[in-house]
């Protein structure tokens, strides 16, 4: 198997460091991509990132990791609190399933508590901010050995 991770990024994520840094924080999506690639490095794992604001090029990238990609890494943004399809093609990956999240969706609105990711994903990590991006590769590496 591949020793790829396959970093998947949200609606509004390329936004980030930009968009209520009260939140999200003042780092870009490009730091927290930089932050996973060094932590992968130091585990003989290789990043492949995609950003999209589109459910289906999301779909897409998870259906491509199929049989190509040792893990997955996904922050769905408001993906998560909706999309089945993300659900589905996520369910059909082979590897261990990373949810990230930068804030602690659920000390947020009521709305934000509900993840149709989770039931899927072999673990979440959420309100660590960027660190989350570290802790995210570490667990898949540790999944994986």
């Not at 589905?88 to 990956?93: E, K, Q, T």
């Amino acid at each position: 198997m591949s020793q790829i991770v396959l970093l998947l990024s949200g609606p509004n994520l390329n936004l980030l460091g930009d968009r209520e840094p009260e939140v999200y924080g003042t780092d870009t999506l490009d730091d927290h991509v930089a932050t996973a690639g060094t932590t992968a490095d130091r585990h003989g794992l290789s990043i492949e990132h995609h950003q999209s604001n589109e459910e289906a090029a999301l779909i897409d990238h998870i259906h491509q990791a199929r049989g190509r990609c040792a893990a997955i890494i996904i922050n769905p943004g408001a993906f998560t609190h909706y999309s089945w399809a993300i659900h589905d093609a996520l369910a059909a990956f082979e590897g261990p399933v990373v949810e990230l999240h930068l804030s602690n969706p659920n000390a947020r609105e009521p709305w934000r508590h509900t993840s149709v990711v989770s039931p899927v994903a072999t673990g979440t990590i959420v309100g660590f901010g960027g660190h989350g991006y570290e802790l995210a590769v570490e667990a898949a590496a540790r999944l994986l050995t």
